[in-house]
């Protein structure tokens, strides 16, 4: 395990994050920065929407910047979904919102060019990272300074993918040990992992309100002043 300093773990300069909260990807919804996400997937499409700038196939996906747009997919060939166009008989991508950027006309066009390879939604070239299927808020605590934050996590990330999002609120997080219930935590696993119970269906059940209830992590400073 690389080291920085009295610290081991992940080399943060290549450090690159598996998940994305739905919240996370609605903060991307304008042309200059627009992510989706659609089958699991987190894609950032600001490349494509800088390459069709003005073109008029782009407003179907400029409308749904920052959403989830899976009901656009059969979940099973991954494809955009198809019909029976009612008028030439043929089958052909169901696009409600009207044709968008890959997508052939109904008819033959001598404008319409089918050089450009595969279309933006069959390759990986614009993926940047899994939706979290379930998110849960985490209380950390800087027992050194007595700040606290809560931050809203994916259910699948790792502790290290947790400090990285802590970053921001502190540069030396990693300087810290992480405890919780009075034991450490290992980096590597997920909070459940860790034997951090994600307990809000409990508490819906029995009509509590589980804001009042987010666990809380300690951090306690290791007299290193490691910056990620």
């Not at 996400?37 to 920052?66: D, W």
């Not at 259910?155 to 030396?172: K, Q, V």
């Amino acid at each position: 395990m690389p080291r920085r300093g009295l610290v081991a773990g992940p080399d943060f300069d290549y450090f690159n994050r598996r998940y994305f909260t739905p919240s996370e990807v609605a903060e991307h919804n304008q042309p200059e920065d627009l992510w989706v996400s659609y089958l699991g997937y987190v894609y950032n499409l600001t490349p494509l929407a800088q390459e069709f700038k003005g073109n008029i196939l782009l407003k179907p996906i400029l409308e749904v910047a920052g959403q989830d747009i899976s009901h656009w997919f059969d979940p099973k060939t991954r494809d955009i979904r198809k019909h029976i166009d009612p008028l030439t008989g043929c089958l052909r991508y169901r696009t409600p919102r009207g044709r968008f950027v890959h997508v052939p006309p109904p008819l033959p066009r001598s404008d319409w060019a089918n050089d450009f390879g595969k279309p933006w939604w069959k390759g990986s070239n614009y993926q940047v990272g899994r939706l979290s299927a379930k998110t849960r808020n985490i209380r950390i605590i800087n027992t050194l300074t007595s700040q606290e934050h809560t931050l809203q996590v994916g259910a699948l990330e790792s502790m290290w993918e947790i400090l990285h999002r802590y970053l921001p609120y502190n540069a030396h997080a990693a300087s810290y040990t992480w405890k919780y219930d009075g034991k450490n935590l290992n980096m590597d696993h997920t909070l459940e992992e860790n034997g951090i119970r994600d307990e809000e269906d409990e508490f819906d059940y029995l009509n509590m309100d589980g804001t009042l209830h987010t666990p809380a992590i300690l951090l306690y400073f290791n007299d290193d002043l490691t910056e990620l």
